[in-house]
């Protein structure tokens, strides 16, 4: 008889423990799907960013041991307190099933990034920029900086005025698509005439930025729009 009643007991401590674990993993369960409820809401406000934009979403850990009564499916209505989405929300869910309603608030962190280009690898001063020194990555919109250049086009070909180390953020202000003391070809546009000559760049410049140049056949000083490496335009 004691052993039975031992037996007994064993089977109902295994029984409870089975049960315990299967009603911990349903609570897991449902805590996932509310973090996937606050994770989807505010993630839909950002499907239309430009492609070299793209949205970070942390979804705070909902607390699995709190009971939901299952899954709130179709009667679920989420929305950001206050009204206004910041980089620290909370999404607040609501179930609104007769038999078993609750509130749910979960904290949410967003960080927009934006596709910057930066070296690909340490270049030293001196150095012309192909396209393998260049790789876009993905910042975050505080890190980028005034003067960054977004366009690939821009950087190949210019030269870089300083030291430059992988993963640094490519500026203007370190580098010069036309440099002071280079040849360049100086195309000269008046409708659709267009003449060629050569001169020489009188200051540092990067793409779309004026700069003086001075003919070398005439000795005229003309400003001129920088088009690209070595290229400078005049529109007469």
């Known amino acids: ?97 007769p038999e078993a309603p609750f509130t749910l608030y979960v904290p949410v962190r967003i960080t927009l990034l934006r596709a910057t ?40 070909g210019a030269r870089v005025k300083r030291e430059v180390r992988e993963g640094e953020i490519f500026q203007g202000s370190n580098l010069c698509t036309v440099c002071k003391g280079d040849r360049v070809l100086i195309e000269a546009k008046s409708g659709n005439l267009s003449l060629k000559t050569s001169g020489e760049a009188l200051e540092d410049g990067n793409a779309g930025e004026t700069v003086r140049v001075r003919n070398l056949k005439t000795r005229k000083v003309i400003l001129s729009t920088v088009t690209g490496a070595g290229a400078v335009t005049v529109i007469l």
């Open 1 to 97: 008889m004691q052993a039975f009643s031992k037996s007994l007991t064993a089977l109902t401590l295994l029984f409870l423990s089975c049960a315990a674990h299967t009603l911990a993993y349903a609570s897991e369960e449902e805590a996932r799907f509310y973090e996937s409820v606050a994770y989807n809401y505010v993630n839909a406000h950002f499907k239309n960013l430009p492609a070299d934009e793209k949205a970070v979403i942390r979804v705070d850990k909902v607390n699995p041991e709190r009971s939901f009564g299952g899954r709130c499916e179709g009667y679920l209505t989420a929305e950001i307190t206050g009204g206004e989405l910041r980089n620290a929300s909370t999404v607040k869910i609501v179930c609104s099933r």
């Open 117 to 156: 280009l930066v070296a690909a690898r340490n270049l030293s001063a001196g150095s012309i920029l192909s396209e393998n020194d260049i790789r876009s990555e993905f910042l975050e919109q505080g890190r980028t900086i005034s003067g960054a250049i977004s366009l690939i086009d821009s950087l190949i």
